[in-house]
């Protein structure tokens, strides 16, 4: 991979917006680069039961154990699709329902392997990493971990 990105993936709260404008006016690649592919993952108001609805996930990690393993999952991504750059954002702390949580941006001389690349780094994140994420109910309804379910 051509560029390194950022030297932890985490961002205390909801990703801002300038971040996300940041990195899409300035992916740090280069002049060779011909595609990039986004991901955005935002917290849901999921249902569950009595009626309540998820307001907020509280994520919480291993931030030393999740940067290690997120550098594995650049450098196998990267040489699996000859990336230009992967950058990978993820929230600490709490994260309301409609705010964003997750970026992933992949940078390659072509559009395939891009998408490719991102759609995996997405899946590495959500299956590898040690980020724990305590989904806040409405009506003071208490918490319930979430739980990540397969791709599909």
Not at 31 to 60: K, M, S
Not at 124 to 133: E, N
Request: proline share 6%; with cysteine; glycine share 12%.
């Amino acid at each position: 991979m051509t560029t390194r990105a950022q030297r932890t993936l985490f961002v205390p709260g909801a990703i801002p917006a300038h971040q996300v404008a940041r990195l899409l006016t300035r992916p740090g690649t280069s002049p060779e680069t011909g595609g990039h592919a986004l991901f955005l993952g935002q917290v849901r108001a999921d249902p569950h039961e009595g009626g309540q609805v998820v307001t907020a996930i509280e994520y919480t990690a291993h931030e030393a154990m999740a940067d290690a393993e997120m550098e594995r999952i650049r450098d196998e991504v990267g040489a699996r699709h000859e990336l230009e750059a992967l950058h990978v954002l993820h929230s600490l702390g709490e994260v309301a329902v409609g705010e964003l949580c997750l970026l992933v941006l992949a940078s390659s001389r072509h559009r395939g392997p891009a998408r490719d690349a991102c759609h995996e780094a997405v899946e590495a994140v959500k299956s590898r990493l040690p980020i724990f994420g305590r989904e806040l109910l409405s009506g003071g309804g208490g918490h319930h971990w979430k739980v990540n379910t397969p791709p599909g």
